[in-house]
């Protein structure tokens, strides 16, 4: 008989235990951020540097403008038109648009899927630093020899016999190294929404920025591996002997074309698509309803993507094709105006007759929403192959693609910095300075490029540093002045940033003194654990109460060292316009918090921002209906919150909604026996819809049922929407 050997079981293992006596400190100063592997670090990194590359291409721009402004112009020499033409486009392109959605990206996905980080920390990093090694190769050749083929580089122009100097080997760098440093970012991105959602959000919960997002990685993969593949062959016939783009050794000049713009079509999508997810976030923030057809705008999304990958060659109209090629890029250009249509008219059903706040943000996106338009409808047209044949190579084209480009993603860039500014720094960007630059950048764009069609359709060609054809004169002065208004708007978002302080921090005071509305205030204020800080500020409310005077003063011009003491003092800021009076909401939020105090602040017609609110835990969401029940008892007039509150940062933090709010399951007991159940609580009838805590009776007694606090495991997210 066999012998049997007892196996213990795995349970019954005892499990290796590991004592950690010590833990490294976080490290801290400026040094960190060159070692850091904090995905919010490093989308600011991002951020930062995009803002570099943007101010660099736009001084080009501006020189580019201002040698065209008058006939035979002598500012620049050819050589250096052609240089700094090649330098804007490969700039603008590569250095700015597609990166600045790595930033917001890097900083706001897991944030909104509630994942501790991407997937590849380090990874991410290091895309990172090759975008920054690859921007520094290109802007090095500018003390040698830039390169000056264009941001195309068209062969053979760009070839060894036409192109001799180096510069041209910097662009084929720079190229390689962002270009790896976007598919190692677009890999971290797929694989982080894929894999690092918080339970049950499901693909029809995505916020629809993220939805824009894991699509625009999946083109980066698409469309980026094969410029890289075209550029290392260009890199080749140069300085190795190959002739793959030499019609004379059997190459061919067309097959740059057909693969650089194989990539260049997808491009646009990786430019605009983020730009969509931007618009499709802040409209219904600032509409005050929910986004209208969510699936349709997702679905669109998608749709533009794979069409995208099928109308490359409507940009090669001009080159011998057959008819048949050429009537099946028409008709697919045609197509891919129809998902861009529906997210059009999606975003204009979400606006009608909504409660519109126009801040910046929305300015910005219905202005980029407009320009985008426009910029389809003239594409309509060079859609249309004979058509094209009059126009390609003129200033009809120029204004189009930067219609299409700068219209939708510089516009939402602007957009998504003033809405997400606030989160990522802690502080306010000044309305009034906000709209003033909007103004200038709105107007200056399209005086800049609308006149460009008429250029265009007079005869101007692209891409020339000078004319003597003085009927263009006019168009080209206009389209300069458009140009520098749109630098001073430009230039405005700078001096906001930097002077973000004329945006006032507020905070709440009890003093002992009588106080009145409107009254300025030097006010001296000393935390435990603080140095003394004076401040002067306005009292935007006053209520006696007790025999004191509690008070909200907006503070003017706090120093960074003040503006870190109010921080830890104040949950909230007052900001009052006229009558209306906004009250942004910031930090945790808990049991602890005093709502109430916050009455005395709403007279007229008031709006919460939540932009900044961190946590808030079952305790908090019960003062705050409790809150906003006394509010509407006493009368007062009370706007939905901007974005919904996070009940559990660990798990869902900062999801920023997408209209439809989030619901959980959370747990009750009954007052008046022992029963515990959990109950399904949608958080828009908590926060915006029934101002009231849900009221739910006890199956057992008949008594009420209470929340009980919210542990992480009871945090879940529906597979479905709520209906």
Request: some cysteine; overall charge neutral.
């Amino acid at each position: 008989m066999a012998a049997t050997v007892d196996t213990p079981s795995l349970t019954a293992r005892p499990r290796p235990e590991i004592i950690a006596h010590d833990i490294e400190p976080a490290k801290q100063g400026w040094t960190s951020w060159f070692t850091t592997t904090d995905h919010k670090k490093i989308g600011l990194m991002y951020l930062g540097t995009v803002i570099v590359f943007f101010a660099l291409g736009g001084v080009e721009a501006l020189l580019i403008r201002t040698q065209l402004a008058i006939p035979d112009n002598t500012l620049l020499t050819p050589e250096k038109y052609n240089q700094i033409l090649t330098m804007h486009g490969t700039t603008m392109i590569f250095l700015v648009v597609v990166p600045v959605w790595a930033g917001f990206a890097n900083y706001l996905v897991p944030l909104m899927i509630g994942a501790r980080d991407v997937a590849f920390p380090r990874l991410n990093a290091w895309s990172y630093w090759m975008y920054l090694f690859g921007g520094l190769a290109l802007y090095a050749s500018m003390f040698f020899s830039p390169p000056e083929a264009g941001w195309f580089s068209y062969v053979p122009l760009s070839l060894k016999q036409f192109s001799a100097t180096n510069g041209q080997e910097a662009w084929i760098y720079m190229v390689h190294l962002t270009g790896l440093s976007s598919i190692l970012g677009a890999i971290n991105f797929i694989a982080t929404i894929h894999n690092m959602r918080a339970p049950g959000m499901g693909w029809g919960r995505m916020p629809l920025f993220v939805w824009t997002i894991l699509i625009y990685a999946y083109l980066i993969i698409l469309a980026l591996t094969s410029l890289a593949a075209t550029v290392t062959m260009l890199l080749l016939d140069r300085n190795f002997g190959t002739n793959f783009f030499n019609p004379n050794e059997g190459g061919s000049a067309m097959l740059w074309q057909h693969l650089f713009w194989f990539f260049g079509h997808p491009e646009v999508y990786i430019l605009v698509l983020p730009a969509f997810g931007v618009f499709s976030e802040i409209l219904p923030v600032f509409a005050r309803k929910p986004i209208f057809g969510y699936k349709a705008i997702a679905a669109s999304t998608a749709a533009i993507a794979f069409l995208g990958m099928l109308v490359w060659a409507h940009h090669m109209f001009a080159t011998p094709m057959s008819t048949v090629v050429l009537a099946f890029f028409m008709l697919s250009s045609f197509l891919i105006a129809v998902p861009t249509g529906v997210k059009i008219f999606n975003w204009v059903a979400t606006l009608w007759r909504g409660t519109v706040e126009w801040t910046v943000p929305l300015l910005y996106c219905v202005g980029g929403i407009f320009t985008f338009t426009m910029g389809g409808i003239t594409g309509i047209f060079l859609a249309v192959f004979p058509i094209d044949w009059q126009l390609t190579d003129t200033y009809f084209v120029v204004a189009h693609f930067h219609y299409t480009a700068f219209g939708a993603s510089a516009f939402a860039m602007l957009a998504a910095l003033y809405y997400w500014f606030p989160k990522m720094t802690g502080r306010m960007l000044s309305e009034k300075l906000g709209k003033v630059g909007f103004a200038f950048t709105f107007i200056g764009f399209h005086l800049t490029f609308l006149i460009q069609h008429s250029a265009g359709l007079s005869g101007m060609p692209r891409r020339v540093y000078e004319y003597s054809d003085h009927s263009w004169t006019a168009y080209n002065f206009i389209s300069t002045v458009g140009a520098f208004t749109i630098g001073v708007g430009l230039a405005g978002r700078k001096l906001d940033a930097t002077v973000s302080n004329l945006s006032i921090d507020g905070v709440r005071l009890v003093v002992g003194e009588p106080v009145h509305e409107g009254q300025q205030l030097e006010v001296s204020i000393a935390p435990e654990g603080d140095a003394a800080v004076t401040v002067r500020g306005t009292v935007v409310w006053a209520q006696p109460r007790e025999g004191k005077t509690v008070l909200g003063v907006a503070f003017d011009r706090p120093d960074d060292h003040a503006r870190t003491v109010l921080a830890k003092l104040t949950q909230w800021q007052v900001v009052k316009d006229g009558e209306r009076i906004r009250v942004v909401l910031r930090g945790d939020f808990t049991e602890a918090t005093r709502f109430d105090d916050l009455l005395p602040a709403m007279v007229g017609r008031v709006v919460f921002d939540t932009a900044q609110v961190t946590y808030m835990n079952s305790l908090g969401v019960r003062a705050w209906c409790e809150f906003l029940r006394q509010a509407r008892i006493q009368g007062y007039e009370f706007h939905a919150c901007s974005v919904p509150f996070i009940l559990q940062a660990s798990m869902v933090r900062d999801v920023i909604g997408r209209g439809t709010v989030t619901s959980f399951f959370a747990p009750f007991h009954c007052i008046g026996c022992d029963h515990q159940e959990e109950r399904l609580v949608q958080t828009a009838a908590i926060l915006a819809a029934n101002l009231e805590p849900p009221a739910f009776k006890c199956p057992s007694c008949g008594g009420a049922l209470e929340f009980d606090d919210l542990p992480e495991r009871y945090f879940a997210f529906l597979q479905d929407d709520p209906d």
